[in-house]
């Protein structure tokens, strides 16, 4: 059993690893390449003094370092020793940290990307609203998706630790 838990623990723990990186990739280049261009002779952003490009920006920062954590946590669970103390505690908490991140670092990208598309569409707000309503789609799918997971982890570490 403790084999068939550390199987599952690595693959889970790979996947999210894969995600995170892929974020943090992208969230990385979104900070340096940001909509609306940089002016020629300053090199300063275009809309630096515009609100929605601080929601931008903070939001991109927050991706950037949820992100980040969320991969260091899981590649924790990847090198972790995987003792069976390690199943009631260690791991599932490391799990559900990694999972909260990840989740907050895709709607922060999701910010970010409503954002943009807010700098970049000023006065077309049809367009604006419809971008958004769909950017709200992998928010709305990763929760069901993962939210029983999460419970799951959840329940069974505070059983662990709190029901002996």
């Excluded at 979104?30 to 909509?35: D, G, H, R």
């Excluded at 599932?92 to 954002?115: D, E, H, I, N, R």
């Excluded at 970049?120 to 992998?138: T, V």
Aim: with cysteine.
């Amino acid at each position: 059993m403790v084999k068939a838990g550390e199987k599952w623990a690595k693959d889970t723990a790979g996947s999210f690893t894969l995600v995170g990186t892929l974020i943090t990739t992208i969230m990385f280049a979104a900070a340096f390449t940001v909509p609306g261009g940089n002016h020629q002779e300053t090199g300063a952003p275009i809309f630096l003094h515009d609100h929605i490009f601080t929601l931008f920006i903070i939001a991109d920062a927050i991706s950037l370092f949820t992100s980040s954590t969320s991969v260091l946590i899981f590649i924790g669970i990847l090198t972790s020793r995987y003792a069976e103390k390690d199943f009631l505690k260690t791991l599932p908490l490391k799990l559900l940290c990694g999972l909260v991140t990840l989740f907050l670092s895709v709607v922060a990208m999701m910010v970010a990307f409503c954002a943009s598309l807010a700098m970049m569409l000023k006065g077309y707000q049809r367009l604006i609203i419809a971008a958004m309503s769909l950017a709200s789609i992998p928010v709305i799918v990763l929760v069901p998706s993962q939210l029983r997971l999460f419970l799951e982890i959840f329940n069974s570490t505070m059983n662990a630790t709190y029901i002996k």
